[in-house]
């Protein structure tokens, strides 16, 4: 298989699918590295595919807006807070899509999260415990962006309210 067939299978597999496929799981059903996977991707995305970058791996960007809302939060917490507050988040209907902090070298920076449960979140935060990298609002003594979607606008603000309440919510 040459490499613009292994990117068109890589395609036709995330067009298949809802859930992140890793990385390391593409290279092995390729049997390629994964350095290769991420330069296939980037491939992929100039040529127009739309990836999104996921901690728990590819997927493809289905994104219609399908009658859902998105905000942005403007939150701060310690370390110790990050489950509590994703949960309090997806608990009350939420998708946390991102997180982004304004550093003061590199301005924004931005990661994509995509967790809408409370097993996705805990997979998050085992993958930080593991010590595999630290969070993004590490860098901003907890001052971070969340866009959040959701279905209606009652959700978000049912989440706005329980941030608020919970004092996570920066106004």
Known sequence: MNSQERRNSIADILSKTLEPISGSELAKRFNVTRQIIVQDVAILRAEGVKIISTPQGYIKD???NGGFIKKVFAVRHDYDRTEEELNLIVDNGGKVLDVIVEHPFYG???GLLMVSSRYEV???MRYIENGKTTLLSSLTEGV???TVEAKDLETLERIQKALKEKGFLIE
Do not use: P, R, V
């Open 62 to 64: 289905f994104s219609t």
């Open 108 to 110: 924004e920076i931005k």
């Open 122 to 124: 805990k997979q998050f």
């Open 144 to 146: 971070h962006l969340h």
